[in-house]
């Protein structure tokens, strides 16, 4: 059978790849707040030994850098704003090892702690962020190195050197490992999305199927309820369409079920779910909308559809109905037994002489 789809409707917006950017920034926060911890440890060890070898501005900027990194901690403990907080955290530490390169630190080591900051910055921030205070921080290192004297320490011209070129290394390679990483992570992200699309779409008719309601609008429902519930469900059967198969061939009976996808579409807005269920029979989801208010739209479908005219290939005219069964679900946990219901509703319009709604 070859593979006909309508364009593309509105419900594959629902659809989302949380798990995989869920594991990416689970990297990112894992990366950060080991950072954050051994930073933390390190800066009350140094001063806690060595602040009265400190000068004022190195001591004052490593309590900062330790309350900021605390702060920030507990800050994302109760927002879970990873961003935020490792913009702030890695800006404060670039503030902190400019007042360091500008000190000295003991012994003037200040420029050999200075190597793990890229790694930490991209691994947390990201490529851009991380390349804008990579450059920031090693802007300001040659500034303070090769600048005109403004009272920072002096570094000799061996030591400059080695440390602007290893740095400069450290951040390129950086740069070069989380840039493909990003592009991989998002193709894996691409392929994964496109995968469950195609997993949850039906081939024919280019709208949802069963399994999509089943897998992912329920939980989508689930944790949004105050933007679907309560929503009806329309269970819809195309009337006689066994009989149309047989009359004119499965081909046709693709067209009939093609065309009918295209009125689903049509008519109703684009906020409803449509999804093919199985064979001829359809279910429309309408949010936020009672059994009483989709009994009133389901007619209205039911005679677009009755007034709607097919043409088979020798140019026969014809005309299709369909039946409906309607039920309300107010608790995601009813769906099922919701759906038995509008399942009921359809057998009894079915029985009343289908071309029918009846809501359950």
């Known amino acids: 059978m070859t593979k ?5 409707p509105n419900w594959l917006s629902l659809i989302n790849i949380d798990s995989v950017y869920s594991s990416d920034m689970q990297r990112k926060a894992f990366s950060l707040f080991t950072m954050i911890g051994i ?25 900062i850098v330790n309350i900021t990194n605390i702060s920030c901690s507990i800050y994302f403990i109760k927002t879970g704003n990873l961003q935020v907080v490792a913009l702030i955290s890695m800006s404060i530490v670039c503030m902190m ?55 920072q320490v002096s570094y000799g011209n061996v030591e400059k050197t080695r440390f602007i070129a290893s740095f400069s290394m450290v951040f390129l390679f950086s740069f070069i490992g989380e840039y493909f990483r990003h592009k991989s992570h998002m193709a894996i992200a691409d392929i994964t999305l496109e995968q469950k699309q195609d997993a949850y779409t ?36 195309l009337d006689n369409f066994k009989s149309l198969n047989d009359t004119h061939g499965h081909d046709f009976g693709d067209t009939v079920l093609i065309e009918f996808t295209k009125l689903l579409e049509s008519q109703f807005l684009a906020t409803a779910l449509k999804a093919r269920y199985g064979g001829e029979e359809f279910v429309v989801i309408l949010p936020q909308l009672t059994a009483s208010t989709a009994t009133v ?15 088979t290939d020798d140019k ?17 946990t009813d769906y099922d037994d919701s759906l038995k219901q509008a399942d009921e509703a359809l057998y009894s319009a079915k029985a009343a002489g289908r071309n029918r709604v009846v809501s359950n």
């Open 202 to 237: 039906d081939p024919l008719t280019g709208i949802a199927n069963r399994r999509f309601i089943t897998s992912h609008f329920l939980k989508l429902a689930q944790t949004r309820p105050e933007q679907y519930l309560p929503f009806s469900i329309l269970l819809i059967d």
């Open 316 to 332: 026969q005219r014809i005309s299709i109905t369909c039946s409906i069964g309607i039920s309300q679900v107010n608790k995601v």
């Open 39 to 63: 930073s933390i440890v390190v800066i009350a060890v140094l001063v806690f030994f060595n602040y009265k070898l400190y000068s004022p501005l190195l001591t004052a900027s490593l309590i």
């Open 97 to 151: 090892f400019v007042a360091l390169v500008y000190t000295g630190g003991k012994d003037n080591t200040a420029l050999y702690w200075l190597m793990f900051y890229p790694v930490v910055t991209f691994a947390s921030l990201g490529v851009r962020l991380g390349a804008w205070l990579g450059c920031t921080l090693l802007f300001s290192c040659i500034v303070i190195l090769y600048g005109p004297d403004f009272g």
């Open 297 to 311: 739209i389901a007619n209205k479908f039911r005679e677009a559809v009755a007034g709607h005219v097919i043409f």
């Open 4 to 8: 006909k789809n309508v364009n593309k």
